[in-house]
């Protein structure tokens, strides 16, 4: 007889649906499903909460790392496991799993869970005309494969493990990058109190670029925008038709709600020199002016308080407000003093060269766990054949 999810999990309990009170600096987390796309926590998309509601939501489970919580709608199946340190539950539309530690390896699980044949059969039970979602009963019935021995789930966990891991130090390290060089332009620029320039003293807003000449050009969706991120998501070659072009080293930021308010930003690493591509009419993009590194765009456009002044330059009817670029710039920004733009601007092209390394290693990274997890799973592949990489990738 099969395993199911309720077999191999010693609790499986459903979110709080109802929406949690917020507290804008709470130091707790609520994660519903629009934070749990692509199997990662986006804490930018998350719920802050205090500690007091953090108790009441999670009342009927307290949070434990290692744990899964696992989206039932909009959209079904995404995966993440909650982390260390205890400020993170379930919100809404999610369901909180928990293995049993006899049956099942709680990251060999989160793996089977967030393979593709799994994924495939968990959308196939959802139900719904309008928006798909899983019950909790058809959840906790779902059958699993045959399982391997618990020394042989841990093998294939460490394994696939060892790239994520890789791929979140990475990560880390382009963000300590990031805060580095935000805090030197802060202390060494933006702190000045006077205000003699403005933002399009230093940045082009939607310059004119030429076409595409491949007949599909590159696509970027707005809603990919990473929070705040370094680079957008590699862009797909589909019809476009107007929209706002931009190239290599242009900074794309989200202009309409709640995309801005949520510091949709990205930064163009991830296309070829001279190539060019479209996003669509709700993207401003920034393009530095000569003299200027394309960093500084790029930093200048998720600083705090430029951010602040787009929301507070947004007009429209509620829900589609947006904010335009001769608003943006006339931001105001200190005149920085002589040959320290040039300075700062060689130093944080060097550090983004090293950060442009990190992500397209992680992209290496990640489509190796990607072609590697189905095949672990299903058998198709041992893990002893492929355990030199997991080493070689922890080292």
């Not at 790239?163 to 935000?182: G, Y």
Request: aromatic residues 6%; contains cysteine; proline residues 7%.
């Amino acid at each position: 007889m099969s395993e199911t999810l309720s077999s191999v999990c010693s609790e499986i309990v459903d979110c709080v649906n109802r929406t949690a009170p917020e507290t804008i600096d709470g130091a707790y987390l609520l994660v519903g499903t629009p934070a749990m796309r692509g199997n990662t926590i986006d804490k930018a998309q998350a719920r802050r909460v205090s500690e007091e509601t953090f108790r009441i939501w999670t009342r009927r489970l307290e949070p434990q790392a290692g744990d899964l919580l696992l989206a039932r709608e909009a959209p079904v199946g995404p995966v993440v496991i909650i982390p260390e340190g205890g400020r993170i539950g379930a919100g809404q539309r999610t369901t909180h799993l928990r293995a049993s530690p006899s049956k099942v390896s709680n990251r060999y699980l989160y793996y089977l869970l967030t393979a593709p044949f799994t994924q495939e059969r968990l959308l196939g039970r959802a139900m719904g005309s309008t928006v798909a979602h899983l019950r909790v009963a058809d959840l906790k019935s779902f059958a699993l494969p045959d399982l391997p021995p618990l020394p042989t789930q841990q093998a294939i966990a460490e394994v696939l493990g060892a790239l994520d891991d890789k791929i979140a130090a990475n990560t880390e390290v382009a963000s300590t990058a990031e805060q580095f060089l935000r805090t030197e332009m802060d202390s060494a620029w933006l702190q000045r109190p006077d205000r003699e320039a403005v933002l399009s003293d230093f940045v082009d807003l939607n310059p004119p670029t030429p076409k595409p000449n491949d007949s599909q050009p590159l696509y970027v969706d707005m809603k990919k925008l990473p929070e705040s991120g370094w680079s957008i998501d590699a862009p797909d070659r589909r019809e476009a038709k107007g929209g706002a072009r931009f190239q290599r080293g242009d900074v794309l930021l989200a202009r309409i709600t709640p995309c801005l308010e949520n510091r949709k930003t990205g930064y163009v690493d991830n296309i070829d020199d001279g190539e060019t591509a479209i996003g669509s009419t709700e993207f401003i993009v920034l393009r530095a002016r000569d003299g200027v590194a394309p960093p500084i765009a790029f930093l200048l456009a998720t600083e705090a308080r430029f951010r602040e002044f787009a929301i507070q330059n947004m007009v429209g009817t509620s829900g589609r407000q947006r904010v335009t670029a001769s608003d943006l710039a006339r931001f105001a920004l200190p005149k920085p003093g002589e040959g320290w733009l040039a300075d700062f601007g060689n130093r944080a092209t060097a550090l983004f060269e090293q950060v442009e390394s990190l992500h397209k290693e992680n992209t290496t990274l990640a489509a190796t766990r990607d072609a590697l997890l189905p095949q672990l799973m299903s058998g198709t592949l041992r893990v002893r054949d492929v355990e030199k990489l997991a080493s070689e990738v922890g080292a």
